[in-house]
C-alpha cells in the first residue's frame, strides 16, 4: 500500500479556517492556493486528507 502515491491540491484558502486545519494543511506539504503534492498512500496521510477534505482535491 505504501508504494501508491496520491496527489492532493488545495482548491479553497485557508483563511478563517480552524489552526490545526492550517497545520494539517502544511503538514501535507501545501503552502498557496493551487500548490500540489504527491505523497505515499499511507493510513496517517488518508487522515489527514480526511481531515481537512473540504480544502483538498485528490486524485489517485
Do not use: C, F, W
Not at 491540491?9 to 480552524?18: A, E, F, P, Y
Not at 502544511?26 to 480526511?50: C, F, H, Q, W, Y
Request: charged letters at 30%.
Amino acid at each position: 500500500m505504501a508504494d501508491k502515491k496520491v496527489k492532493v491540491t488545495l482548491v479553497k484558502s485557508i483563511i478563517g479556517t480552524k489552526q490545526d486545519h492550517r497545520a494539517t494543511v502544511r503538514g501535507l506539504g501545501l503552502r498557496k492556493l493551487n500548490s500540489s503534492s504527491e505523497l505515499e498512500d499511507t493510513p496517517a496521510v488518508r487522515g489527514m486528507i480526511n481531515k481537512i477534505q473540504y480544502l483538498l482535491k485528490v486524485e489517485g
